[in-house]
C-alpha cells in the first residue's frame, strides 16, 4: 500500500516536472521567435534579384526594404563576385538562382548565409575594372544594392573589357535556318535563322557622338560559302551580291573614318567550322565578330526571294525586344537604300531573326531587293546597282549617327 502511494506520488511529481520542462521550451521558443522578429523588423528585407543585359553590362539589382551595409569580395576558381549583406534576410519569395549566360556574367545565386548575412554570389571571370556595386535609395523600392559587369567606363574613361567571352550555348530547341516549308512568306523568314528558343534578350539603349570617324561597324554579308542563299532566275546568287555590296560599303566607311568589321571578304562561310557548322554556329560566328569587337552598329546585308518573280522592294528588319536605336537603324537603312537604288519600300519589320538578336548592339538585317524578281536580280548584279546600293546604305548608316 504504501509503497504504491509513494510510486503514485513519484508519479505525480515526474508529470509535474514534464509540464514545467515543457514550458520552459515552449516558452523558450516563443520567445526566440519573438526577439527574432524584433530583430527582423530592424533587418533588410531582400524581396526581388533583377537581372537585365545591354550592350555594355549585365546588372543585377537587389531590392530590399532597409538601408544596410555590405561587404564585396572576389573568389577564384572560378572567379565569384561575393556581396554580402548585413542585417538582412531574404524574402521566401526570391528565386535562388538564376542563369544569366551575358559576355559579362555567368549566374547569379542568393542564398541567407547567417541568421543576419544575405549572400549574393556573381560567377564571373570580369577583370577589377568591369565591375561596380553601389547602393541606391528611393526610386521604385526603398534601398537597391547595385551590381554592374562590363564596360562601365567612368572616371577611367572606359576600361577595356578584359574577359575570356565563351561561346553561347544555344538550347537544342532553337530552329536555324533549316526550319520551315516556307511556302509563305518571303526569303527572310527562311533563312536568316529565325529563332525559336523562348529567352527574351534584352538591349539596351546606347548613345553616340554624331559623325561616322571612329565608328566601329560590323558588316554581315549575308550566307557565303556552301549556303548560297537565294539564287535570282538567271542563277544569280544572293551570297554573291551581298558580298559585292559589303566589299564597297567597307571601302566607302573607311574612307569617311570609320573602322569596319566585316563577318567574311570572301565566299566563305564565318564559322571556323565552315561547311560543318550547323546553322546556330555559322549565325553565332557572324554575331560574335561584332560582339567580341565590340562594334557599335551591325548590318546584316541579304536579299529577298520569294516563290514567284512578281514581289519587289527594300525591307529593313530590327529584333523584336531590341533597342529603339536598332528600329531606328532598320528605318534609315531601308530608307536610304530605297532612295538610291528607287526600289519599293516596303517598310521596315520586327523580327526575331538570331544575328539581329544575339549581337548586343543595335543592329538591322537588310532585305536590300527581290533576288527572285528579273528587274532587280538584274539591278543588283551590275556594276551600278551594286555602287548604289552601297551609297544608300552608308547615306543610312551616316543619317543614323546623325
Ligand atoms: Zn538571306
Given amino acids: 500500500m504504501q509503497y504504491c502511494e509513494k510510486r503514485a506520488w513519484l508519479g505525480l511529481l515526474g508529470r509535474a516536472m514534464l509540464f514545467i520542462a515543457g514550458f520552459v521550451l515552449i516558452f523558450g521558443a516563443a520567445h526566440a521567435e519573438a526577439a527574432f522578429a524584433e530583430r527582423a523588423g530592424s533587418m533588410s528585407e531582400i524581396k526581388a534579384v533583377r537581372v537585365s543585359n545591354s550592350a555594355d553590362k549585365t546588372r543585377i539589382v537587389l531590392d530590399g526594404t532597409k538601408e544596410t551595409s555590405y561587404k564585396v569580395s572576389v573568389l577564384s576558381n572560378p572567379q565569384r563576385i561575393v556581396v554580402d549583406i548585413q542585417n538582412a534576410w531574404l524574402s521566401p519569395d526570391v528565386k535562388k538562382s538564376t542563369t544569366i549566360d551575358s559576355r559579362f556574367a555567368k549566374a547569379v545565386r542568393i542564398a541567407q548565409h547567417d541568421t543576419s548575412t544575405v549572400r549574393v554570389v556573381v560567377e564571373s571571370s570580369v577583370g577589377k575594372n568591369n565591375y561596380k556595386v553601389f547602393p541606391l535609395k528611393g526610386g521604385s523600392t526603398a534601398y537597391r544594392i547595385v551590381l554592374d559587369f562590363g564596360n562601365l567606363g567612368g572616371s577611367s574613361g572606359g576600361a577595356a573589357i578584359d574577359f575570356n567571352p565563351k561561346p553561347k550555348e544555344e538550347s537544342a530547341g532553337s530552329t536555324g535556318g533549316s526550319s520551315g516549308?516556307?511556302?509563305?512568306?518571303?526569303?527572310?523568314?527562311?533563312?536568316?535563322?529565325?529563332?525559336?528558343?523562348?529567352?527574351?534578350?534584352?538591349?539596351?539603349?546606347?548613345?553616340?557622338?554624331?559623325?561616322?570617324?571612329?565608328?566601329i561597324i560590323a558588316l554581315d554579308a549575308g550566307h557565303g560559302g556552301s549556303d548560297v542563299g537565294a539564287i535570282g532566275p538567271t542563277g544569280v546568287t544572293e551570297k554573291g551580291v551581298t558580298l559585292r555590296v559589303a566589299l564597297e560599303l567597307q571601302k566607302k566607311l573607311i574612307a569617311e573614318g570609320a573602322s569596319v568589321i566585316m563577318t567574311r571578304t570572301t565566299d566563305t562561310e564565318v564559322s571556323p567550322k565552315k561547311a560543318k557548322a550547323s546553322d546556330i554556329e555559322e549565325l553565332q560566328a557572324r554575331c560574335d565578330a561584332g560582339n567580341d569587337k565590340n562594334a557599335d552598329i551591325f548590318v546584316s546585308l541579304h536579299m529577298d526571294s520569294f516563290t514567284n518573280s512578281s514581289p519587289s522592294g527594300t525591307t529593313g528588319y530590327y529584333y523584336v525586344n531590341g533597342s529603339k536605336a536598332g528600329r531606328r537603324l532598320a528605318k534609315e537603312l531601308s530608307e536610304a537604300l530605297v532612295a538610291e537604288l528607287g526600289t519599293g519600300n516596303r517598310g521596315t519589320k520586327s523580327c526575331n531573326f538570331y544575328v539581329v538578336k544575339h549581337t548586343t548592339m543595335p543592329a538591322a538585317l537588310i532585305e536590300m531587293a527581290f533576288i527572285s524578281n528579273d528587274k532587280e536580280e538584274r539591278l543588283m548584279n551590275s556594276e551600278a546597282g551594286v555602287k548604289k546600293a552601297a551609297e544608300g546604305l552608308l547615306k543610312g548608316i551616316r543619317s543614323f549617327f546623325g
Avoid: I
Fill in 181 to 215: 516549308t516556307a511556302t509563305t512568306g518571303t526569303a527572310a523568314e527562311k533563312d536568316n535563322g529565325t529563332d525559336g528558343s523562348t529567352d527574351v534578350v534584352v538591349k539596351g539603349e546606347p548613345v553616340f557622338t554624331p559623325g561616322l570617324k571612329g565608328k
